[in-house]
Nanobody
Framework: QLQLVESGGGLVQPGGSLRLSCAASGFTLSNYAIGWFRQAPGKEREGVSCINRIGSTNYGDSVKGRFTISRDNAKNTMYLQMNSLKPEDTAVYYC????????????????????WGQGTQVTVSS
């Protein structure tokens, strides 16, 4: 069965760092675009970052320069390194499988991602 399992969330102080993991099973992660999305209470789910099957990446404006997406093909796992965290980064973070057709770049259009993990909570607070 296809599964995506996020981990690595927690409580961190402003300015701190966290690394989220998304472990995939039932499919080869590198064959698809994979994205990170987040949802804060009372807000719409928004795109954070994505990586396509050839390794091209895209980032939401609010996280550019602070977050880095990567994957380890041997482990079939995707990561999101989050640095310089701000209170407004507080949200549930989800990874999701996107289209194979994102051949040159991936898009952060949540409607085009068809499988989602359960989410991991990130709280940035002093």
């Amino acid at each position: 069965q296809l599964q995506l399992v996020e981990s690595g969330g927690g409580l961190v102080q402003p300015g701190g760092s966290l690394r989220l993991s998304c472990a995939a099973s039932g499919f080869t992660l590198s064959n698809y675009a994979i994205g990170w999305f987040r949802q804060a209470p009372g807000k719409e789910r928004e795109g954070v970052s994505c990586i396509n099957r050839i390794g091209s990446t895209n980032y939401g404006d609010s996280v550019k320069g602070r977050f880095t997406i990567s994957r380890d093909n041997a482990k079939n796992t995707m990561y999101l390194q989050m640095n310089s965290l701000k209170p407004e980064d507080t949200a549930v973070y989800y990874c999701a499988k996107g289209p194979i057709e994102y051949l040159r770049s991936c898009k952060l259009w949540k409607g085009e991602y068809d499988y989602w993990g359960q989410g991991t909570q990130v709280t940035v607070s002093s």
